[in-house]
T-cell receptor
Framework: QQQVKQSPQSLIVQKGGISIINCAYENTAFDYFPWYQQFPGKGPALLIA?????SEKKEGRFTISFNKSAKQFSLHIMDSQPGDSATYFC????????????FGRGTSLIVHP | GAVVSQHPSRVICKSGTSVKIECRSL??????MFWYRQFPKQSLMLMATSNEGSKATYEQGVEKDKFLINHASLTLSTLTVTSAHPEDSSFYIC???????????FGQGTRLTVV
């Protein structure tokens, strides 16, 4: 059973455009929602994370939007750049000492120059 | 930010031999570390959760006698792939959970090729 559903599987955006990746979760006990960026041959790197007490979090060009009632959250990359081309994973879990993240399937983003 | 060092980054070994992969949290302590396996263009598959000073918890379908995990200190966990076979070739990634923040940070990954 996939507890975190991520879409789209792949995304192509022109430089300067907005990249949007969506995730939906099922477990209402989840209270920590990170996004990871992974380049080929490298481990994932924590990009940005949100907790359900806020509906939006912004860090530079990256924004997470969170909809608790719909159990959905999304990553928006503003002014997308070719260097943003990577695979993005959303994750969800219960924070604290028992945190074990459940990952989405990943989205391969390509930003054309 | 928090740094997790994973070593080696690449290893090629002969079938039947064992390979050890190290995962170190460099600037934080981690009572819990995770070991993942990732196939090309796929998500991370959790293999086991490693707890400092106790036995690891393996996910269903993961052979604990084949993938030996040791978490002897708050900054080091090791994964040993025993009697490796070509089907064990994969990208293995560790993650360490910071005691202080609860956040999990990943190592750089290890590309294992068994020939």
């Amino acid at each position: 059973q996939q507890q975190v559903k991520q879409s789209p599987q792949s995304l192509i955006v022109q430089k300067g455009g907005i990249s949007i990746i969506n995730c939906a979760y099922e477990n209402t006990a989840f209270d920590y929602f990170p996004w990871y960026q992974q380049f080929p041959g490298k481990g994932p790197a924590l990009l940005i994370a949100i907790r359900p007490d806020v509906s939006e979090k912004k860090e530079g060009r990256f924004t997470i939007s969170f909809n608790k009632s719909a159990k959905q959250f999304s990553l928006h990359i503003m002014d997308s750049q070719p260097g943003d081309s990577a695979t993005y994973f959303c994750a969800a879990g219960r924070s604290g000492g028992s945190y074990i993240p459940t990952f989405g399937r990943g989205t391969s983003l390509i930003v054309h120059p | 930010g928090a740094v997790v060092s994973q070593h080696p980054s690449r290893v090629i070994c002969k079938s039947g031999t064992s390979v050890k992969i190290e995962c170190r949290s460099l600037d934080f302590q981690a009572t819990t570390m995770f070991w993942y396996r990732q196939f090309p263009k796929q998500s991370l598959m959790l293999m086991a959760t490693s707890n400092e000073g106790s036995k690891a918890t393996y996910e269903q379908g993961v052979e604990k006698d084949k993938f030996l995990i040791n978490h002897a200190s708050l900054t080091l966990s090791t994964l040993t792939v025993t009697s490796a076979h070509p089907e064990d070739s994969s990208f293995y990634i560790c993650s360490a959970r910071d005691i202080g923040t609860g956040k999990a940070f990943f190592g750089q990954g290890t590309r294992l090729t068994v020939v």
